[in-house]
């Protein structure tokens, strides 16, 4: 069981930055994937970027150059740094953590409670 606190989240102008935080507790996150998502009203939930226990990175064609996916396993964090923000960026942006087992090839997911990000003028 891995706990995920997010935060960072507030309420910015278009072209702007915010760097968002998730810090888990309970487990290390060593080999853990970790990831981004967020949900705007009256949408699903969306995958914005993901890193791999590897390091390895991806991000969702919407957000590429603008955002930044980064973990610090010594202090059980991860980070997304988001500039040149857009209104589409709105949204509450969730933490979230995958725990794979090789042998029986179960997944362990885990969530923050989120933290919202509101991209207005």
């Known amino acids: 069981q891995v706990q995920l606190v997010e935060s960072g989240g507030g309420l910015v102008q278009p072209g702007g930055s915010l760097r968002l935080s998730c810090a888990a507790s309970?487990?290390?996150?060593?080999?853990?994937?970790m990831g981004w998502y967020r949900q705007a009203p009256g949408k699903q939930r969306e995958l914005v970027t993901a890193?791999?226990?590897?390091?390895?990175?991806n991000y969702a064609d919407s957000v590429k150059g603008r955002f930044t996916i980064s973990r610090d396993n010594a202090k059980n964090t991860i980070y997304l740094q988001m500039n040149s923000l857009k209104p589409e960026d709105t949204g509450v942006y969730y933490c979230?953590?995958?725990?794979?087992?090789?042998?029986?090839?179960?997944?362990?997911?885990?969530w923050g409670q989120g933290t919202q990000v509101t991209v207005s003028s």
């Open positions: 979230n953590a995958v725990f794979k087992l090789f042998v029986s090839r179960a997944e362990y997911e885990y």
């Open positions: 309970g487990s290390r996150i060593s080999f853990y994937d």
């Open positions: 890193i791999t226990s590897g390091g390895s990175t």
